[in-house]
């Protein structure tokens, strides 16, 4: 397993990137697609209570990880949707991402004088498999219109709770992190309002958010270092090298 690097502590209130989130419709089966092709398995997250969610996650390196989010078998089904449109999904896909901030009301604040609404900070937490509670305040994940489909993201602040990729985590090292859009510049103008645009021009910087390039359809893209090669993240299962 790769050293584990120090955790980037941002200035106060300016966000870093914090983590990838990847949604699925079936978790378990997801988790064996991942470990195959990746040859690392991701490690037991936690259980999202009342919300008919839980996780699994690898570390990316530089204080951020990958979040695989599913249904929670054992929890009875939720009395709304669950988050990031799971219910809806056909697949595994990319959909949002996260950043990190140590003063989310500064950040929110600052978001609105530039002229963009990233809502209202809330409290949650979660319990790990070890019994551990760790608990966080973050903006609700928006999709459309104001999310532009998960390209834009939602504020965390894990506050003194210990951050989840320090917890051990096997590391697979953040490649590259694009994001595609019909119309970039309203999104690109979305991430400048959050201090969260690309400043390294592939997205893996541990500072930036993805590389936004022109496409015809909105999505997310994450290329990993897997033990068998590069695998990318996106639409779909996920792909690992070709020869």
Known sequence: MPERMPDPVPARGVP???HLVYATPDLE???EEVAELTGVRPAAGGSHPGMGTR???LGLGEGRYFEIVGPDREQPEPDGPRWFGIDALDGPRLVHWAVRTTDID???AEA???GYEPGEPVAMSRRTPDGDVLSWRLTLPRTRPHGADGLVPFLLDWGTTTHPSARDLPVLPLVSFTATHPEPAAVRAALAALAALDVSGDGA???AGPDVRTGP???LTAVLEGHHGPVTFGRGTAEGATA
């Open 16 to 18: 870093v990137l914090d």
């Open 29 to 31: 089966r997801t988790v």
């Open 55 to 57: 996780n699994v996650l």
């Open 106 to 108: 500064a950040t929110v």
């Open 112 to 114: 609105r004088e530039r």
């Open 205 to 207: 910087g541990a500072g």
């Open 217 to 219: 359809v909105p999505g």
